[in-house]
């Protein structure tokens, strides 16, 4: 069953939406997507890898849904309200289905 804001017990995926684009510190060509739960408290990160210099033209999904064993908790209050304010933006923005 898909779930807006978290998974409980017996759920097996849950939607989240892209609230983060950033380049990885560690890595040339690498950024690391983050996507969240609504609420902020869970979050899931992808790494993707650019392939070339001149641009990489992939089309980025505003939401996607994870298993739910694979979503991280968010630690700290600030990143959670900024995670939920993200998440309503793209919501109000775009469809589920949209990308970038």
């Known amino acids: 069953m898909e779930t807006e804001t978290g998974a409980t017990s017996g759920e ?4 989240v939406w892209l609230v983060d684009r950033t380049y990885s510190d560690d ?19 992808k790494e993707r ?9 992939r089309e980025t999904p505003v939401s996607m849904t994870v298993d739910a064993d694979n979503l991280g908790h968010v630690a700290d209050d600030e990143t959670r309200e900024r ?6 933006r793209m919501r109000a923005k775009h469809d589920r289905d949209d990308v970038l």
Do not use: C, K, M, W
């Open 27 to 45: 890595e040339q060509n690498l950024i690391i997507l983050t996507y969240a739960t609504p609420d902020g408290e869970r979050d899931f990160r």
């Open 83 to 88: 995670y939920a304010g993200e998440v309503e």
């Open 49 to 57: 890898a650019l392939t070339s210099y001149t641009g990489d033209h």
């Open 12 to 15: 097996e995926s849950v939607r």
